[in-house]
């Protein structure tokens, strides 16, 4: 495994509980939502908690000028079990910023289309229809559980999408018309097996929430990466729900795994933290953000120090310039944004600033085809609000899944606080390519 070593450091974040690109932070972003913290991170709006003033880190101004350009943005929006209106309105404050600073795509105000898909496949399906018919260039989003029918439409219409979260084989085979940002292998392999490697252990237990979305990718992915990192493991399928995982986890400790990795929401990495501890487990413990919440924080303290954790973005790294212009970015243009700390309006700002990044190079007429065409032959460039991840579309990442445009992820580890102190930008390329 491949490591780029550049530590960011953090003083008073929460993890991105929903910002790790795995299938299951798809799979789980209702019932993290629903539960999550009020709690802001990476310092307030105002210009105090900023390295420098919002108008130095946005740079000098490059207004856009011209005709407009039509971008699709979509999110889940408001429904009944999540919430993620503060992604549109961090997008729209993205945009304003780009339009003013950055020459819009390709010298052309962005225009920006929205819709909300609800959770609903058929709704996505028509807010796909409806970006056709407005005649966007491009459709962003950071993430949803109902991508693929969203996708479809897209995909035969030949509009590009771009992703920041994206696991379904569709999707990620997709050679014409898709890029999705994060490699849902590395973020749910790279942590367990780096942890492994860091503790000379053998064996690696997925504690996970029994669903087919979860344990299939586990099981189909699983053996040739884990093989290769010369490492056994096993998965421990726990329904959801389940308040006392003691009998299982008394189990992971009799098999001997020497890391113990858990995926679901706050509620089921407690009991399953919980569990561990009343057992005596004494190896080493990582798990997806989304296991950290106030609420777990709350109920274990300073039993999570020592966890690993990954992430997408580096939500909350107040010393960090890709963190640092989302901060001023949301100071100057997101007064609309109820949470410019949050996790909803850091996705909402990368999913529109990654598709402005890769398209920096574009030239001439802005259609369909040449955005497809400017993404595939971009250089490699910084993720935004990424921490030091960068990225590169175009299909040299990963062998079979050529929408994926980089193996790289964010580590960091739990302090007595249950905070994460920094960051580190891993790559799981060997990892996975072997």
Not at 13 to 35: D, E, I, M, N, S
């Amino acid at each position: 495994m491949r490591t780029t070593r550049k530590p960011v450091t953090r003083f008073d974040a929460v993890p991105g509980r929903v910002w790790v690109a795995a299938t299951v932070a798809l799979l789980l972003l209702a019932p993290v939502a629903c539960a999550g913290s009020s709690t802001t991170v990476g310092g307030s709006r105002a210009e105090g908690s900023l390295a420098t003033t919002p108008a130095d880190l946005l740079g000098a101004k490059r207004p856009a000028s011209a005709e407009p350009v039509k971008v699709g943005f979509v999110t889940e929006g408001q429904a009944t079990t999540v919430d993620t209106s503060d992604e549109e309105r961090a997008a729209k404050a993205t945009v304003a910023f780009l339009n003013d600073h950055r020459g819009g795509i390709g010298g052309r105000p962005i225009d920006l289309v929205t819709c909300d898909m609800k959770v609903d496949p058929a709704v996505a399906g028509d807010c796909a229809n409806r970006l056709i018919a407005e005649g966007v260039v491009a459709v962003t989003l950071a993430q949803s559980t109902v991508t693929d029918a969203l996708w479809k439409p897209l995909h035969a219409a030949g509009i590009p999408l771009i992703v920041l979260s994206g696991f379904s084989d569709a999707l990620l085979a997709d050679d014409q018309s898709t890029f999705v940002m994060v490699n849902p292998a590395a973020a749910l392999f790279g942590l367990p097996v780096a942890a492994a490697k860091a503790a000379n252990a053998t064996r690696i237990s997925f504690v996970v929430i029994d669903v087919p979305q979860a344990t299939d990718l586990l099981e189909a992915k699983g053996p040739p990466i884990v093989k290769r990192a010369g490492l056994e493991y096993d998965i421990v399928r726990v329904p959801l729900g389940t308040a006392d995982m003691t009998p299982q986890m008394r189990g992971v400790k009799d098999s001997g795994a020497g890391v113990v990795h858990v995926l679901g929401n706050d509620a089921f990495c407690i009991a399953a933290f919980k569990g561990l501890r009343d057992v005596g487990y004494t190896g080493s413990v990582s798990a997806v953000s989304q296991c950290l919440t106030d609420s777990t924080r709350e109920a274990l303290g300073a039993g999570l120090e020592g966890i690993g954790v990954q992430a997408t973005l580096a939500s909350g790294a107040v010393d960090d310039p890709t963190y640092q212009l989302f901060q001023a970015v949301m100071a100057t243009y997101g007064s609309e944004v109820r949470e410019p700390a949050g996790p909803y309006a850091l996705g909402g700002y990368s999913a529109v600033a990654t598709l402005a990044a890769a398209l920096e190079t574009i030239q001439g007429e802005v259609t369909p085809a040449s955005v497809i065409d400017t993404i595939k032959h971009m250089p490699e460039t910084p993720l935004p609000g990424g921490g030091g991840v960068t990225f590169k579309c175009g299909g040299s990442a990963m062998p079979g899944q050529p929408a994926i445009c980089t193996n790289q992820w964010l580590r960091s580890t739990l302090d007595a606080n249950g905070q994460s102190t920094s960051y580190t930008v891993e790559d799981s390329t060997d990892l996975l390519v072997g």
